[in-house]
């Protein structure tokens, strides 16, 4: 029997919405706008969920990868904006862990707070800070399920090293689950 | 900037461990020894952590995928077993949830009880029914961390209509985490 790899990849318009790759994101401010703008170019172009997310070098703000949700475009429900952000920053580094020796610390950016498949793999990743924008009531206010995430959960990954900052543009990535429940898209699982 | 795809595929050694692909398997413990099968010669021909596992039909009992851990070998902390197993089945039947309209119902083998991340990509899924082998405790003997997951994650997917089937063969699941631990295989999430 054949067995196709499996495969995925950014969509064509990712380079127009980054810009510069080269460019410092300072602020918490200035790197949740690059995952918003994500969120919101993936409805309007219908290439995903509204979700997007990258990944930085925490220290000098580098950018290392991005991710938008997936999921229906490749059919392959592990494709949120997390995951898309993670699994292309590890392979642009060439590393199976973000905390590999010798590299520097990263920290993921989300649109929207992490679903419990998302926070399960944020520990896998390496990554010590996560940031997000829009909050789980949020994402449950158009049906989209967050899974079984607890205190408990946060302050699992806390307790590990990993520092969590909310709300960060909140309003902003807000703004895009409102824009992709007017426009209808499927939501994949609710 | 390029932006290559990511990708993954199955060993080269798979075939040889599945056999035929289309033999109906009628037990669980019938399931779980190629789930276990897997996690072993993966082990053995270093391709991997010690984990298998693949996705059925509930009633007929085909096999629609398998997986194996291949973290290390892509450099993608995404790549448990069970996220292998998930992938590929949804490839094959072409759809982002394995429980989509006219789809029979589908259920997960897996040699180890699921880690956090893959205990939410079950929600995800689509799978209706989950089978382990080894339990966490075994495990996190050989210090694989299995992340934030609660009692209440699984009643979370078990009042979703999941149903949870354990310690199915543990004793030969976990001679395989034994092994590896012998072998001194790299602990990826320690």
């Not at 967050?146 to 307790?159: D, I, N």
């Not at 969590?164 to 609710?190: F, M, Q």
Request: aromatic share 10%; hydrophobic share 40%.
């Amino acid at each position: 029997m054949p067995h196709p790899p499996v495969t995925f990849s950014y969509p064509d318009w990712v380079d127009d919405v980054v810009g510069d790759w080269d460019r410092r994101y300072a602020a918490d401010a200035d790197k949740m706008r690059l995952a918003v703008a994500l969120s919101r170019v993936n409805v309007e172009r219908g290439t995903g969920g509204p979700f997007g997310a990258a990944v930085f070098e925490r220290d000098t703000g580098r950018l290392v990868s991005v991710g938008m949700n997936s999921v229906v475009r490749f059919n392959n429900c592990t494709l949120h904006a997390e995951m898309v952000a993670f699994m292309t920053a590890q392979q642009r580094v060439a590393r199976f862990s973000l905390a590999g020796d010798g590299l520097p610390v990263h920290e993921l950016v989300t649109s929207c707070e992490p679903c419990a498949m998302c926070l399960g793999a944020t520990l896998w990743s390496g990554v010590k800070r996560v940031i997000y924008g829009a909050a789980r009531e949020d994402a449950s206010r158009l049906k989209f399920e967050e899974g079984p995430v607890f205190p408990a959960s946060y302050q699992y990954l806390e307790a590990r090293g990993i520092t969590i900052v909310r709300a960060v543009l909140r309003e902003e990535a807000r703004e895009v689950l409102e824009l992709y429940r007017r426009s209808s898209g499927t939501i994949y699982n609710g």
